[in-house]
């Protein structure tokens, strides 16, 4: 009996301590189902990727101050983190990153990148070119909706400036919400698509 009670009071304890626990940081605003997102991909033009004549990042601002002395990157890693804390420049010094593209955890903010889900040398290849400067840099630090996540550095090396054909999260779990992601991002900014990245984008899809 007494070992019952040790045992229960345990279980309090530790259901407590996770009920109290500080949650993670909201991930990046949730994009549109899976209908939605097969139903806007059909909406999408299918042309052939255009040239990179012309392409540097520089054409595409980032980061930009988004509140007070925070610049986007910052804001992306107090979001997308769990119990981070930032210095008076707005530098993290303590916390916790989840990379959802491969499944790993990361304890300090320089192994983090902020990834474009939908890369800018992507963008310009498949209608960004003739943007404006002004649209090109409100893409490039979009928060409104899925095109700014934080991974692991390696998984976003991994990426480079890849479409879904030629590269997806090794977290296989996590390609319904790419595909979704990758989707809702070139609806939003009518951004043309490959059939090869079609194809790929509903194979994912199929994992919903």
């Not at 301590?17 to 909406?43: F, H, I, Q």
């Not at 520089?58 to 990157?73: M, S, V």
């Not at 889900?117 to 409100?138: C, F, H, M, N, Y």
Request: proline share 5%; charged share 20%.
């Amino acid at each position: 009996m007494r070992r019952l009670a040790a045992a229960v009071a345990g279980a309090t304890v530790l259901v407590t301590a996770l009920l109290s626990a500080p949650a993670a940081s909201a991930y990046p605003p949730s994009p549109p189902g899976e209908s939605t997102a097969r139903a806007n991909l059909a909406k999408l033009t299918v042309a052939p990727d255009g040239s990179m004549d012309g392409y540097d990042r520089d054409k595409f601002p980032h980061w930009k101050l988004q509140d007070g002395n925070c610049d986007t990157r910052e804001t992306v890693l107090k979001r997308d983190g769990t119990n981070v804390v930032v210095d008076n420049a707005c530098q993290p010094t303590s916390g916790s990153w989840y990379s959802v593209y491969d499944g790993v955890w990361l304890d300090s903010s320089s192994d983090v990148h902020i990834d474009h889900v939908v890369p800018l040398a992507e963008a310009w290849r498949t209608g960004a070119s003739s943007w404006t400067q002004s649209k090109r840099e409100a893409f490039a630090n979009d928060l409104s909706s899925q095109q700014l996540i934080a991974v692991s550095g390696s998984s976003n090396t991994s990426k480079g400036d890849k479409a879904p054909e030629s590269w997806k999260p090794s977290n296989t779990g996590y390609w319904c919400m790419y595909a979704r992601s990758w989707i809702n991002v070139k609806y939003t900014y009518d951004l043309t698509v490959t059939s090869d990245e079609v194809s790929a984008l509903e194979s994912m899809l199929d994992r919903c």
